[in-house]
Protein backbone atom coordinates (compact mmCIF):
# COMPACT_ATOMS: atom_id res chain seq x y z
CA UNK A 1 0.00 0.00 0.00
CA UNK A 2 1.13 3.45 -1.08
CA UNK A 3 0.80 6.46 1.26
CA UNK A 4 0.88 10.01 0.30
CA UNK A 5 3.95 11.58 1.59
CA UNK A 6 6.75 13.97 0.48
CA UNK A 7 10.60 14.20 0.65
CA UNK A 8 11.67 14.82 4.71
CA UNK A 9 8.06 14.08 6.50
CA UNK A 10 8.63 12.82 9.39
CA UNK A 11 7.73 8.99 9.49
CA UNK A 12 5.77 7.64 12.88
CA UNK A 13 5.40 4.10 13.93
CA UNK A 14 2.10 2.98 13.41
CA UNK A 15 2.64 -0.23 15.71
CA UNK A 16 4.56 -1.02 18.28
CA UNK A 17 7.39 -3.97 18.31
CA UNK A 18 10.83 -3.78 17.79
CA UNK A 19 12.82 -2.69 14.57
CA UNK A 20 13.62 -6.00 12.64
CA UNK A 21 15.58 -4.25 10.04
CA UNK A 22 16.41 -0.61 9.30
CA UNK A 23 19.28 -0.17 6.19
CA UNK A 24 19.39 -0.26 2.41
CA UNK A 25 17.97 -2.73 0.07
CA UNK A 26 19.27 -1.98 -3.40
CA UNK A 27 18.56 1.67 -4.21
CA UNK A 28 16.28 2.75 -1.02
CA UNK A 29 16.71 2.77 2.75
CA UNK A 30 13.97 0.33 4.98
CA UNK A 31 12.68 0.30 8.03
CA UNK A 32 11.27 -3.03 9.43
CA UNK A 33 8.60 -3.30 12.42
CA UNK A 34 8.28 -6.58 13.97
CA UNK A 35 5.48 -7.35 16.47
CA UNK A 36 6.14 -11.12 17.05
CA UNK A 37 3.65 -12.57 14.42
CA UNK A 38 3.67 -10.09 11.61
CA UNK A 39 6.63 -7.97 10.11
CA UNK A 40 5.56 -4.45 9.07
CA UNK A 41 8.12 -2.85 6.33
CA UNK A 42 8.29 0.93 5.19
CA UNK A 43 9.84 2.52 2.50
CA UNK A 44 11.46 4.70 1.04
CA UNK A 45 12.20 5.76 5.18
CA UNK A 46 15.52 7.21 6.41
CA UNK A 47 15.29 5.71 9.77
CA UNK A 48 17.93 6.72 13.30
CA UNK A 49 16.52 3.53 15.09
CA UNK A 50 19.17 0.23 15.22
CA UNK A 51 17.67 -3.46 15.07
CA UNK A 52 16.72 -4.62 18.52
CA UNK A 53 15.43 -0.94 19.36
CA UNK A 54 11.83 -1.22 20.90
CA UNK A 55 9.27 1.41 19.36
CA UNK A 56 6.06 2.54 20.64
CA UNK A 57 3.09 3.38 18.31
CA UNK A 58 3.03 6.90 17.22
CA UNK A 59 7.19 6.87 17.67
CA UNK A 60 9.09 8.62 15.46
CA UNK A 61 11.05 5.88 13.28
CA UNK A 62 12.55 8.32 10.28
CA UNK A 63 12.19 10.47 7.53
CA UNK A 64 10.64 9.89 4.03
CA UNK A 65 13.92 9.40 1.81
CA UNK A 66 14.19 8.88 -1.74
CA UNK A 67 14.46 5.51 -3.97
CA UNK A 68 12.09 2.95 -4.80
CA UNK A 69 8.63 3.42 -7.07
CA UNK A 70 7.22 6.07 -4.30
CA UNK A 71 10.62 8.29 -4.86
CA UNK A 72 9.57 11.33 -3.13
CA UNK A 73 5.61 11.26 -3.28
CA UNK A 74 4.71 8.20 -1.52
CA UNK A 75 6.43 5.55 1.51
CA UNK A 76 5.17 1.89 0.29
CA UNK A 77 3.82 0.16 3.58
CA UNK A 78 3.84 -3.59 3.69
CA UNK A 79 2.92 -6.29 6.47
CA UNK A 80 3.55 -10.20 6.02
CA UNK A 81 3.39 -12.87 8.89
CA UNK A 82 6.87 -13.71 10.29
CA UNK A 83 8.60 -16.60 8.73
CA UNK A 84 6.96 -16.79 5.48
CA UNK A 85 6.21 -14.72 2.23
CA UNK A 86 2.52 -14.29 3.03
CA UNK A 87 1.63 -10.34 3.15
CA UNK A 88 -1.54 -9.34 5.04
CA UNK A 89 -3.73 -6.65 4.26
CA UNK A 90 -2.04 -3.78 6.02
CA UNK A 91 -5.08 -1.13 6.83
CA UNK A 92 -6.58 -2.98 9.52
CA UNK A 93 -2.73 -2.64 11.31
CA UNK A 94 -2.34 1.06 9.60
CA UNK A 95 -6.07 2.19 11.56
CA UNK A 96 -5.55 0.07 14.36
CA UNK A 97 -8.81 -1.97 13.61
CA UNK A 98 -10.30 -4.50 15.63
CA UNK A 99 -8.86 -8.60 14.50
CA UNK A 100 -11.37 -11.62 14.86
CA UNK A 101 -8.51 -14.16 16.22
CA UNK A 102 -9.06 -17.84 15.67
CA UNK A 103 -10.89 -20.03 18.46
CA UNK A 104 -8.01 -22.32 20.54
CA UNK A 105 -9.12 -25.80 21.83
Do not use: W
Not at 1 to 30: C, N, T, W
Not at 40 to 63: A, C, H, T
Amino acid sequence: MDLQAAELDLVRSPISGKVHFAGYVVDRPVITISTGSILMSMEPVESFRFKGDQIIRGQLIGIVARGGHCDQKCVHVGVRRINTRYYLDPIPYLLQLPRLLAARP
